[in-house]
């Protein structure tokens, strides 16, 4: 039985690893159809937990919500095969991929597809930086966090860590301050 | 011992990353830059890679270069070193979930790192950008790719796909070579 669970587990996150081109959040309305309306393992309430936590730990969205649905459903076992199944289609065909990409990269008309590519991604990624912005709250300590993160990453080469740290500290500071504030 | 670097190197980029892949990326550029495993193309060149396969970007972008750098041993050791971190992270954070949910540090925190992400991103507009228009071929490559990146944003917030609108890309940067412009 557990054993079943577990193979099962592991064969339904291998299924939504190879499904969800992108990552993230592409991969919501799959766990939703996969785990919890064929499978029944976790409620709809639940995804919206899972997602939020996902969210706002560390690490690629798809890792945590494997990690969270498997211990969930089996325990430890569980959030390890889902994980490894999450992960292994990609680490297959980007292994394969590694292995052809060298050999094509000097071709002219690959090159050229790049150039095009690289101009590509600079639009995908202006979209990322709207839809991040539009998501984010917006309050004189957001424009402020923004503007010095942007700066110092940008323009001062400060290292990325040291400033996520400072961000981190920055809101918690904001928060305890205003808690204080509203307490007396 | 390249095994270790790369477990470490990937280890400490899936303990900081945030919000999706592109937040990360002024810190992978600065890590594979500093190791000399990956020019700011390439890496930029596998984004579009990494768009058009399965599974989330930290994990493709550490299998690729673990693999370039240290062969099959070499991925494993750097996508199990991006990995470990949520996984352990998942592991603590399940045990004390409600606690966590409700948690006025973590929300604290939050409020400072969701602009964080936000300017993250927007620098790496810039190091994209100058991946694309600033090795200076001249004004035709230059104005060449400037309408390939209009093109491409206005497909992009008209809701297509990105892996169509990374077709369209490559397809035009041929015809454009083709051409004599790239």
């Known amino acids: 039985m557990r054993f079943k669970t577990l193979s099962r587990l592991f064969f339904t996150f291998m299924k939504i690893g190879a499904f969800t081109f992108g990552g993230g959040y592409a991969m919501i309305p799959l766990i939703q159809r996969e785990i919890a309306e064929k499978r029944g393992w976790i409620t709809e309430e639940d995804i919206l937990d899972i997602f939020a936590i996902a969210e706002s730990t560390p690490g690629p969205i798809a890792i945590n919500?494997?990690?969270?649905?498997?211990?969930?459903?089996?325990?430890?076992?569980?959030?390890?095969?889902?994980?490894?199944?999450?992960?292994?289609?990609?680490?297959?065909?980007?292994?394969l991929i590694a292995f052809v990409l060298r050999q094509f990269q000097d071709i002219?008309?690959?090159?050229?597809?790049?150039?095009?590519?690289?101009?590509?991604?600079?639009?995908?990624?202006?979209?990322?930086?709207?839809?991040?912005?539009?998501?984010?709250?917006?309050?004189?300590?957001?424009?402020?966090?923004?503007a010095l993160a942007f700066v110092a990453v940008?323009?001062?080469?400060?290292?990325?860590?040291?400033v996520i740290a400072l961000c981190a500290a920055a809101g918690l500071a904001v928060a305890m301050t205003a808690e204080r504030r509203s307490g007396t | 011992m390249i095994y270790l670097t790369?477990?470490?190197?990937?280890?400490?980029?899936?303990?900081?990353?945030l919000g999706g892949g592109y937040a990360m990326l002024p810190l992978i550029q600065a890590e594979v830059a500093a190791h000399g495993w990956m020019s700011g193309a390439?890496?930029?060149?596998?984004?579009?890679?990494?768009?058009?396969?399965?599974?989330?970007?930290?994990v493709n972008i550490s299998t690729y270069v673990g693999a370039e750098t240290g062969g099959i041993i070499g991925a494993v050791c750097a996508t199990a070193?991006?990995?470990?971190?949520?996984?352990i992270i998942i592991l603590i954070v399940a045990k004390f979930f409600e606690k966590f949910k409700n948690s006025r540090t973590v929300s604290g925190?939050?409020?400072?790192?969701?602009?964080?992400?936000?300017?993250?991103?927007a620098s790496a507009v810039i190091s994209v950008g100058r991946t694309v228009f600033l090795p200076w071929n001249g004004l035709t490559a230059f104005l060449a790719s400037g309408g390939i990146f209009g093109l491409s944003l206005l497909l992009v917030f008209r809701k297509l796909h990105p892996i169509i609108?990374?077709?369209?890309?490559?397809?035009?940067?041929?015809?454009?070579?083709?051409?004599?412009?790239?």
């Not at chain 1, 969270?68 to 889902?82: E, Q, S, Y």
């Not at chain 1, 050229?112 to 839809?131: E, M």
């Not at chain 2, 070193?81 to 996984?87: A, Q, T």
Request: charged share 10%; with cysteine.
């Open chain 2, 165 to 182: 609108v990374i077709v369209i890309s490559g397809v035009l940067g041929i015809a454009l070579g083709y051409a004599g412009v790239f």
């Open chain 1, 65 to 95: 919500a494997a990690t969270f649905v498997g211990l969930r459903v089996c325990g430890f076992a569980g959030a390890f095969l889902a994980t490894l199944g999450v992960v292994l289609p990609s680490f297959v065909i980007i292994g």
């Open chain 2, 109 to 121: 925190c939050m409020s400072g790192l969701r602009p964080a992400v936000v300017g993250l991103i």
């Open chain 1, 154 to 162: 940008a323009f001062f080469k400060v290292n990325v860590l040291l």
């Open chain 2, 6 to 17: 790369l477990f470490w190197t990937f280890f400490k980029i899936g303990a900081f990353t």
């Open chain 1, 108 to 146: 002219r008309a690959v090159r050229w597809a790049f150039s095009g590519i690289r101009a590509g991604v600079l639009a995908l990624i202006v979209k990322a930086l709207a839809s991040m912005y539009g998501q984010c709250p917006k309050s004189g300590l957001s424009y402020t966090v923004m």
């Open chain 2, 42 to 58: 390439e890496l930029v060149n596998f984004v579009a890679v990494s768009e058009s396969t399965p599974g989330p970007f930290a």
């Open chain 2, 81 to 87: 070193g991006v990995v470990l971190p949520s996984f």
